[in-house]
Each structure stands twice: as structure tokens, then as C-alpha cells.
């Protein structure tokens, strides 16, 4: 323990770095893949081109991305900004399939249902097959977060001050501890981000609660569901 | 008043629901449509709100061409009720019932007081208003679905076998519900079923259909009990063989109370001498079928 002691500061400089190039490439896949989910929905050719378009883009190695993005977007070559991007083209990569599957996964005669009762198009998709969606849109992007955490790592060879400078810089002077440190607190924010997501559900999701979506692992907390009531119990039907 | 006027509707595939179909439906009465699956009754109902668009012919509601309406200001003033009810299961009771106004522009806290007076107007307890429709018995989802369908006021009620998943006791209850509902509010009711108990039941007129939307015979549930058109008529609604036929018989140990029984001779109730009244109550046998 005596590195981690003697280096607090540095590593939790690097933790908040860590978490700050995690949080912004995991909010943009999310809120880039919901129009491509609703994209590769609308035909066969459309849901093509997403989900193919989708594995490729995951199949690019890291490094010549790094490389290819400054002459694409015009960033300088160890600008943070490439790192950003390149983590949420890969977080569009797993989302966009997800989003898709989320938003086919709402019940057709509920959305006939909405249909009926007069929702317009727009306010069905953003009222009713959205939230519905949210379920299988909450289990992608906790794979998206996980991903993308241990991806920031990556970034320490275009400059990126992350953990994964505690494995380079670890490695190079022969210090295991600083090593481990790293691997021990990418695991924990991992974790930590997972937590705040499952919690976000709850939160976002009260319909679901209990129903097992929102439910796994370490978050078995008994879900306070009302018993259904008894049909019987209707006090004001008629004898 | 609606009114169905030379309607046709092909399917891509080929298949033909509705042929040239050409009827009336009474304002403020409930006609029920009953036939077997893919006799088009169900395609019927959806064209009224254009959930299904005709190949051709028209539809008029009140004298003006549903397909001249926007869709969606034609849907928020059609009440629509299904099967399974149709609910949002992401929303509480409350704000399900509350939807269709809040769409419209209702303000929220207004609309939830009134959708909390309709639970009282369906039988349901108000303190189910924070529950969601799964925590729900399927009656009690039944009963949400109406009460949302009538959340808008709308003049019309379009109701896609609405009670075909509860169990038979809870859709007895809902039956008598809506008819003691509709004899309060008057609504234009198109109700569409395959169980011809639930259309005498419930009816005003009943259509019984045979395959690709025709018509097999129309009328009060009286008329069509006491004369089936034909023989397809006759064993839809079990009248085939004396089957819908009731009987008085007096036996030695009754003490003078007669007895009806149906073909098979099966008791069904007591004969009710004192009783004419045009009662709903269903074991009150003296105001139901005729006796031969």
C-alpha cells in the first residue's frame, strides 16, 4: 500500500479523468443509437445498413482509429476529443443494435392500442414505445458502460491522463501495485457505474419494478410489488 | 348514426374481409357484431376510426366521411375499448384513464380529477388509481379500458371483444356493467364478439355474419331468436334441433312451482308468474327467450 499512499493525488486526478472521458462517450452512444434504433426498424434495408454498418464500425482496431480520426474531424493527434469520439463510435457500435431490438421488443397490440386511442406518431414513439423500450435500452448501455470503461484505458497511448496510465507507467517501472490499483479501480467504477444505471431504471422505470429486468446480481433487493388484487375484491361490483 | 356504404376491403394478400357491405348502425343504441374469426366484423369495427382503411365505399358518422377526418382527432373522439384492454402498461391506472384528455390539451390535475370520478362510474375502487395495469386482475383492466374510452366524452364506443380474456364469472359481471352503463350515458356502441350470448346479452341489434362480411341476418335479439333467417343463423345461435327452445313442466314433488327446461331438459329457473318486467337480470328466465 505504500505507493497507493504516497500517490493519492495522482490517482484520484486520474479516477475523476477516468470517469469523465467514460460518462460522455456512454450518454452520446445512448442518445445517438435511440434514431438509429428507430432507423434500422422502419425496413429490412434500413435495419441492414445499422446493424451491419454497426459491427463494422466495432471491427476497427483502436489504434488506426486513433490515428484516422484527427484527419476526419480535424482534431489536433493527441487531442482528447479523439478518444471521446472514438469510444462513442464504439458505444454506437453495441448500442445501436440494442436500441433497435428495445424499440421492436414493445408489444405490437399496445402500440396498436396507442394507435387507436389517438396517439400522433411522434408522441406514441415518445411516450409510449420509448419508455416501453427502456428495459432492453437499460441492459445495452450497461454493456455500452462496462465496455467503455475498460476502453478509456486505451487512450493513455494518444496522451489521455486515465488509469490506464497507472498500467503503462506501472509496467514500465516494474511496480505492481500501481498496476493493480489501476485494475482495481476500473473494476470498481465499472461496478459503480452499473449501480447508477440499474438505480437510474428504477427510478426512470417504477412500472417494471419486480418484473426481473431491472433485477441482477447484487442489486437482489426484494421488490415491494403489491399483491394483485383479487377480482372478487372489486367492492363495487354488482351481486 | 353510422353508416357503412358499398365497403370493400382487400387485403395486399388477396383476401377479401368485407364485400360491398352496405348498413346502418342506430345512435345511441349498442349493436353488436357476432360472427366466426375472419368474418370481417372486427375490420368492420377498425375501419369506423380508421384503424383500417376501405378499398372503396365510404364510411359516414353522422352524415360526414370518416376518410375527409384527420386520424388521429377522428381516434380521440371515438371511444376504444379491447381485448386485454389495451392498456399502457408503463402508466398507473389514473394516467391511463387520463390520456386521451391530457393528449387534447387537458390540464393534467383536471384531467386525473375527472378520470378519478370515472373509476367510480366503471366499479372501480379509487384506490387502485397508483397501481399499474399488470398489478391488476384481467376484470379490473377490463373495467380501466372503459373507463378510459369514456375518459373524452366521445359519442361513440368502439369495443373489439373486449371481455374475451377474463373468465366467465367476471365477464358476466362486466356484461351487466356495460348495460347498466349505456342505459346512463347513451353512447353509440359497436361491439364486436363471437359468443352469441354476450351479443343477446348486451344488443340493442345484433349482425350475425357469415364468411367475408355478410350479413347472415340482422335484428333485436328477440326477432333473431324467434325467427332465425335460415339454417346457418339457426345453428350459430343454437335455436338448430329446438336447442334455444324452453319448456314449463310441473313435477309431482314441486309443491306447484313450475319449472322451465331447456331442449335436453335441463332445468334452467323457476317460472316467475308475478314478474313481466323488462328487468336485465339474467335468472329472471320469464323476460328472456320466448316460450313454446
Redesign the interface.
Known amino acids: 500500500m505504500r505507493w497507493a499512499t504516497g500517490n493519492f493525488d495522482l490517482i484520484a486526478e486520474l479516477t475523476l479523468n477516468h470517469v469523465r472521458l467514460a460518462i460522455i462517450p456512454i450518454i452520446a452512444s445512448f442518445v445517438l443509437s435511440i434514431p438509429l434504433g428507430w432507423l434500422a426498424n422502419r425496413s429490412k434495408v434500413t435495419r441492414a445498413i445499422v446493424i451491419t454498418g454497426g459491427s463494422l464500425l466495432y471491427t476497427i482496431p483502436s489504434l488506426p482509429l486513433f490515428v484516422i480520426l484527427p484527419l476526419i474531424i480535424g482534431t489536433r493527434v493527441l487531442d482528447e476529443t479523439n478518444l471521446i469520439v472514438a469510444l462513442s463510435i464504439y458505444g454506437v457500435a453495441i448500442m445501436a443494435r440494442s436500441a433497435s431490438d428495445a424499440l421492436s421488443s414493445v408489444a405490437g397490440?399496445?402500440v396498436?392500442?396507442?394507435?387507436?386511442?389517438?396517439?400522433?406518431p411522434m408522441?406514441r414513439f415518445l411516450r409510449?414505445e420509448l419508455?416501453?423500450a427502456?428495459p432492453v435500452l437499460l441492459a445495452g448501455i450497461r454493456v455500452v458502460s462496462v465496455s467503455t470503461i475498460a476502453l478509456v484505458s486505451v487512450g493513455v497511448i494518444i496522451g489521455s491522463a486515465n488509469l490506464g496510465y497507472l498500467f503503462q507507467n506501472g509496467k514500465q517501472r516494474g511496480i505492481l501495485e500501481e498496476v493493480v490499483v489501476g485494475i482495481v479501480i476500473s473494476l470498481l467504477l465499472a461496478l459503480i457505474f452499473d449501480l447508477a444505471l440499474v438505480a437510474i431504471g428504477r427510478l426512470a422505470?417504477?412500472?417494471?419494478a419486480g418484473?426481473g429486468a431491472g433485477r441482477r446480481l447484487w442489486l437482489r433487493v426484494p421488490a415491494p410489488?403489491?399483491e394483485?388484487?383479487?377480482?372478487r375484491a372489486?367492492?363495487?361490483?354488482?351481486a | 348514426m353510422i353508416e357503412f356504404q358499398s365497403v370493400t376491403k382487400r387485403f395486399p394478400d388477396g383476401t377479401v374481409a368485407v364485400d360491398d357491405f352496405s348498413f346502418t348502425l342506430p345512435s345511441r343504441k349498442t349493436t353488436v357484431l357476432v360472427g366466426s374469426s375472419g368474418c370481417g366484423k372486427t375490420t368492420l369495427l377498425r375501419m369506423i376510426n380508421r384503424m383500417v382503411e376501405p378499398t372503396s365505399g365510404q364510411i359516414l358518422i353522422d352524415g360526414v366521411d370518416v376518410a375527409t377526418q384527420d386520424k388521429v382527432k377522428l381516434r380521440r373522439g371515438i371511444g376504444y375499448v379491447l381485448q386485454a384492454a389495451g392498456l399502457l402498461p408503463h402508466r398507473t391506472v389514473l394516467n391511463n384513464v387520463a390520456t386521451v384528455p391530457i393528449l387534447t390539451g387537458v390540464p393534467k390535475s383536471e384531467a386525473r380529477a375527472q378520470a378519478l370520478g370515472l373509476l367510480d362510474t366503471v366499479g372501480l375502487d379509487r384506490a387502485l388509481a397508483d397501481r399499474y395495469p399488470r398489478q391488476l386482475s384481467g376484470g379490473q383492466q377490463q373495467r380501466v379500458g372503459v373507463a378510459r374510452a369514456l375518459a373524452s366524452d366521445p359519442n361513440i364506443l368502439l369495443m373489439d371483444e373486449p371481455f374475451g380474456a377474463v373468465d366467465p364469472i367476471v365477464r358476466a359481471d362486466l356484461q351487466l356493467e356495460l348495460n347498466r352503463l349505456q342505459r346512463d350515458l347513451g353512447k353509440t356502441i359497436v361491439f364486436v364478439t363471437h359468443d352469441i350470448d354476450e351479443a343477446f346479452t348486451l344488443a340493442d341489434q345484433v349482425v350475425i355474419f357469415k364468411k367475408g362480411g355478410v350479413i347472415a341476418q340482422s335484428g333485436t335479439p328477440a326477432e333473431i331468436l324467434a325467427q332465425p333467417a335460415d339454417d346457418f343463423v339457426a345453428s350459430f345461435i343454437g335455436a338448430d334441433k329446438g336447442g334455444r327452445d324452453l319448456y314449463l313442466q310441473q313435477r309431482p314433488d314441486d309443491r306447484g312451482l313450475t319449472l322451465v327446461v331447456d331442449a335436453r331438459g335441463r332445468p334452467v329457473g323457476i317460472l316467475d308468474s308475478d314478474s313481466h318486467s323488462d328487468s336485465d337480470s339474467d335468472d329472471d328466465v320469464a323476460a328472456g327467450s320466448a316460450l313454446p
Open positions: 397490440p399496445t396498436d392500442a396507442a394507435d387507436a386511442i389517438g396517439f400522433s408522441s409510449v419508455p416501453l427502456g422505470m417504477p412500472w417494471n418484473s410489488t403489491p394483485p388484487a383479487d377480482a372489486d367492492t363495487r361490483s354488482p
